[in-house]
């Protein structure tokens, strides 16, 4: 059944700001786990959880998509929705063998600090396919989602990854998104969150994420991510 037209629909930019998060720290990961000495178990500690971390993030946001939204443009987006959403859907399976890859290489590195060299190359081909989904999510789906997506049926997203997401890392987690998040966006996102968290955040999350960004980084001001083509406020194709 498509939403009726009194209904407000999706705003679909937090997506990009959590989109920006995602290029940004796996864009970072490769360089970060090459950097580490052989045998440094410490540093590759401290860069394996932030890995472990946000693997974990990537997979809780993913998850739900494909519970919640590609069910949503499945019944509703008809032609439009049957082009994309088998890529979609394509994507995510390779996203999560990569992924996967990760995951079985990342213990053994994490506490030996040895062969660092094949986590940096999974990690490599991961990021490969996630800026490839990454950018025909933005081109194709988003506007989908403003289409045929209300905007109480998008906040089921957002509220699937708080609910899945361990509670003592949330504020990291908002933290992260923050940090190249538009003000307007982190506003809205805020105006849903219970009041404590409205009060707190802004001022928590950040300081969370430059501490964490230190340590794993080296700075409290990580090189930024690619911006989204198509994002608002970003050129268009057209116009680079």
Known sequence: MNPTTDEPMADVRDMYMAHRMIRREFGLLPQRVREVEPNDTRRSEVVGAHTE??????HFHHEGEDLILWPLLQ???????????????????????????????????????????????????????????????????????????????????GEHSMKEVPKKVLPLAFGMAMYEGNPEV???VLAEAPLPARLILPFLAPR???????????????????AALGEPGQPSRAEM
């Open 53 to 58: 971390l946000v693997c974990g993030f990537l």
């Open 75 to 157: 019944g509703r987006g008809g032609e439009e929705a049957e082009a994309v959403l088998p890529r979609m859907e394509e994507q995510h399976h390779a996203i999560e063998a990569a992924g996967n890859e990760v995951l079985r290489l990342l213990p053994e590195w994490r506490s030996t600090g040895r062969s660092g060299h094949e986590l940096a190359e999974a990690l490599d081909r991961l990021l490969a396919v996630l800026l490839e989904h990454m950018a025909m999510e933005e081109e194709q789906i988003l506007p989908l989602a403003e289409k045929y997506v209300t905007a109480a049926e998008w906040k089921q997203l």
């Open 186 to 188: 982190i506003k809205a």
């Open 208 to 226: 969370l994420y430059a501490k964490h960004a230190k340590r794993v980084h080296g700075t409290a001001t990580p090189p930024r991510g690619t």
